[in-house]
Each structure stands twice: as C-alpha cells, then as structure tokens.
C-alpha cells in the first residue's frame, strides 16, 4: 500500500499564490503520472494537471498560464505552483498517483485532500 502525505493548502486572497506537496511513502513500482484534482463543494471531482514520469505536463483549460506542476522523481513528489489564484479555484485539492502494474493495467492512489479556499 502506498500513502500519499499532502500539504500546502491554506486560506488566501483572490491573486495570492500557494504551493501544494504531495510525497509517496514508498517507491518500487511502476509510476504512470502522478497529479492533482479538485472538487468544490456540489461539484464533481475534476483534473487540475498531471504530469508524467518523463515530464509531459496535462493543465486543465481554467488553470492553463497560472499553474505549474512538476515532479522529482527521486522522491516520488508532485509540486503544485498556482499563482493568481481566483474564489473559483477553492476546492479540496486530492493528489493522485497512477501507477502499472502487470500486463499493462492501471490503478490509482488518492490523498487525503488538502482544503484551498481564495477569498474574494
């Protein structure tokens, strides 16, 4: 079992910045992407970004040129970088690492979330 340990949300103004951690617990397996999602209270989970082992970046369109993800794969951690942040951006942020395992199959870990709230 692997446990993804978040941190970095908190509580800002509207074009404030926060950056979100996410460490895996352990390594040895076959990483696919690792990332981040949200979900603001009556809405369905959606993808923030993702970003690959070998580093090709999927930005949502609402966070494209105010995000920035990256990934040090040493230590099985995904960084967060949002800047210009916006009410609409609150959410619980969840990280989520996509793994493989035999035969070209794919599952998933979640964090526990993380709460981001922008104030207007």
């Known amino acids: 079992q692997v446990q993804l340990v978040e941190s970095g949300g908190g509580l800002v103004q509207t074009g404030g910045s926060l950056r979100l951690s996410c460490a895996a617990s352990?390594?040895?397996?076959?990483?696919?992407?690792m990332g981040w999602y949200r979900q603001a209270p009556g809405k369905q989970r959606e993808l923030v970004a993702t970003m690959t082992t070998g580093g090709s970046a999927n930005y949502a369109d609402s966070v494209k040129g105010r995000f920035t993800i990256s990934r040090d794969n040493a230590k099985n951690t995904v960084y967060l970088q949002m800047n210009s942040l916006k009410p609409e951006d609150t959410a619980v942020y969840y990280c989520n690492l996509n793994y493989e395992y035999g035969l070209g199959r794919r599952d998933d870990y979640w964090g526990q979330g993380t709460q981001v709230t922008v104030s207007s």
């Open positions: 352990r390594s040895g397996f076959s990483i696919n992407t």
